[in-house]
């Protein structure tokens, strides 16, 4: 008596290989932007220092020593290490489900092991930020190297959906050179915005805070006539978008990043004239991880590669 063994078509497989890659794409790109928000509750809770040394918490313990003096701010220090563990086994899970899709084009699978690479970069700024006690400059590499990773994050769950082909606009050229405009200004407002935060007053540890030796109100002034400047530009874009009749997923692209630099725009504002309570300030970080990813999103919605198309047998 014989059997017949049922072989799983190969285009299944990669049905399924793709929801797999689809959904480790999503937490990794949310992983990044909680990591930030983490980071930024170390800061605010003035747990910067909570664990005195790095890659261990104290001299000779991974974790919080306990005794009759501890705090929480090693707790919570501990918590965000403990939250990049979890997220470097996310971003390697990503590298191995992009390289390994012979599918896919080199360069799309070259992007999935940035997160991973960008990751341990990330372990080894923040050990760097503790062993120099919170210096502001380092601090800031830290958030701007997160912002970068919420982008490129953004950029892998958006490459996933579509195809390898040659990128094609699906606006005018104008329109996608004022969108470099709004990338370059982008850029400018989120570096600034840093580097306020490392001229104001919270430096992560009730003791030790080195600033940046800047006027404050002046750096802040400076940061909020960038960000007018991204709306006025912004402004423009989408403008043009809807007297061209661009395609209905770039509008709403547009729209949500205008949304959410609104809503940024008022957090700042607020936070500003109300003397930086730290919920606010977190809201804020919150708001700059949006702002990233959106931007993202709608600076790739100009263009078109076609969409994925499923292997057969014989490819």
């Known amino acids: 008596m014989s059997t017949t063994s049922v072989t799983e078509p190969p285009t299944d497989r990669l049905d399924r290989r793709r929801r797999w890659t689809r959904r480790a794409l999503l937490v990794n790109v949310v992983a990044q932007g909680v990591l930030v928000v983490t980071g930024g509750a170390v800061r605010l809770t003035g747990s910067g220092l909570g664990c005195s040394t790095w890659p261990q918490c104290e001299p000779g313990s991974f974790t919080p020593a306990i005794h009759q003096a501890t705090s929480i701010h090693p707790f919570i220090e501990f918590g965000n290490r403990t939250l990049t563990g979890f997220l470097a086994a996310i971003a390697l899970t990503v590298a191995v489900l992009v390289w390994t899709d012979r599918s896919r084009s080199r360069s799309y699978r070259l992007l999935g092991l940035a997160p991973v ?11 760097v930020t503790v062993l120099f006690h919170l210096n502001p400059a380092v601090v800031g590499l830290h958030m701007l190297v997160s912002l970068a990773l919420v982008a490129v994050s953004t950029v892998l769950v958006v490459r996933e959906r579509v195809g390898d082909g040659p990128a ?5 050229p104008r329109l996608i050179s004022l969108a ?10 989120l570096a600034l915005g840093v580097v306020v935060t490392g001229s104001g007053p919270h430096g992560g540890d009730d003791k030790v805070a080195y600033r940046f030796a800047v006027d404050p109100v002046l750096i802040a002034r400076a940061h909020a006539g960038v960000v007018w400047l991204f709306v006025a530009v912004l402004a423009v874009v989408l403008v043009g978008l809807y007297r061209t009749a661009a395609p209905s997923p770039t509008r709403r692209a547009g729209l949500w990043l205008l949304a959410v630099t609104l809503l940024q725009g008022v957090i700042g504002y607020v936070q500003y004239f109300t003397g930086l309570p730290v919920v606010l300030v977190g809201l ?3 708001g700059a991880v949006l702002l990233t990813a959106s931007l993202t999103w709608f600076v790739l919605s100009l263009r078109t590669r076609g969409v994925v198309v499923p292997a057969t047998a014989t490819d």
Not at 119 to 124: E, F, G
Request: proline share 3%; no cysteine; hydrophobic share 70%.
């Open 180 to 189: 470099r405009l709004l990338t370059v200004v982008a850029v400018a407002l």
């Open 117 to 127: 690479l960008g990751v341990v970069a990330q372990a080894v700024i923040g050990g």
């Open 168 to 172: 094609l606009p699906v606006v005018a």
């Open 284 to 286: 804020h970080m919150l």
